[in-house]
Every structure is written in C-alpha cells, then in structure tokens.
C-alpha cells in the first residue's frame, strides 16, 4: 500500500465527508475546514476493515443514463403515490414480493434495494444475497409478476450491465 492510500484509503470519501462538513455548518472559517479534513481522514481510516471491496463501474455512460431513468421514475411515481393516497382507500392492493435476484455482489445488490426504496410506492424490506431474494413490499401491485419483471427489467438488468455482473 503506498503512503498516500494508506493515509487516504478512500480518497472520494474523505472529500465527500469533508465537503459535507463544510455544507452542513454553512461556512468556510479555517477551525471548519480543518475539522472537515480531519474527518475525511479519520473517519475512513477507522472504517476501511468493515466496508465491503467496492464493485467497478464498467459502463459509466451506462450508470448517468440509470441515475437519469431512476430520477425520472421518482417524479412518476411521486405522481402516481399522490394520485392513489388521495383516492378510495379500497382501490389500493398492496403486497409483499419476493424478488429472486441475479445478483451475487451485496453492493450492487444493495443499490438495487436502495433504488426500489428511492422510489415512491415500494419498500425494501429485506434483503438475503446468500439465498439470492429481495423482499419488496409494493403499495399498488395487481400481481407479483408485475413488480418483478418491473424491478428485474427496469433497475437489476441495467445495474448487472454497469457492474458486469
């Protein structure tokens, strides 16, 4: 491990951590940014045992267009969760489904999890990498086929082609 990783294990984080320092105390006196670096130092220091290794982008154009696709069902589903929280409570048909998963890696697996809670009207509810299963709880679903082939098509297929997995 040469000097500088071994200071800077995580160099994006550090400057992550220090930059949101700095925008959560609003300013930019010398005592704060050196707070702020002093974190972004210590902290992934302290942390590097217990993150998992971190996949590799193999298709970044491929990550900004399924950042873009994620944001955009966002906004859809806002909509769409408006419409069906103001309406008759009876037209609602919520369900739990299991959701086998393709994905081996639990970072991207994760990801996929954090991308079905980002998105209004499902919920991740558990998530078992070993058996390879993703429990979703959907707010309006006609069917389990339906929520699967959505989260499989739409956010599964695309993360395993941005990993390669």
């Known amino acids: 491990m040469t000097g500088?990783?071994?200071w800077l294990p995580l160099p994006r984080f550090s400057a992550t951590l220090a930059l949101t320092w700095l925008l959560l105390n609003n300013t930019l006196y010398p005592g704060h940014?050196?707070?702020?670096?002093?974190?972004g130092i210590?902290?992934?220091l302290l942390t590097r045992d217990l993150l998992p290794p971190l996949p590799v982008i193999r298709r970044p154009g491929k990550a900004i267009a399924f950042v873009l696709l994620v944001l955009g069902d966002i906004v859809v589903a806002n909509l769409r969760v408006?419409?069906?929280v103001l309406g008759p409570l009876?037209?609602?048909r919520p369900r739990l489904v299991s959701v086998p998963l393709d994905l081996a890696d639990p970072v991207v697996a994760s990801i996929l999890a954090g991308t079905v809670t980002l998105t209004p009207g499902t919920v991740s509810v558990d998530l078992d990498v070993e058996a390879g299963v993703l429990l979703v709880?959907?707010?309006d679903a006609a069917d389990d086929a339906t929520v699967i082939?959505?989260?499989?098509t739409?956010?599964?297929?695309?993360l395993r082609e941005i990993f390669g997995c």
Do not use: D, N, Q, T
């Open 4 to 6: 500088m990783r071994r």
């Open 33 to 39: 940014v050196l707070i702020g670096v002093v974190l």
């Open 42 to 44: 210590v902290i992934p």
């Open 82 to 84: 408006a419409r069906l």
């Open 90 to 92: 009876s037209a609602l």
């Open 137 to 139: 709880h959907a707010l």
């Open 149 to 152: 082939g959505a989260i499989k």
């Open 154 to 158: 739409r956010y599964e297929a695309r």
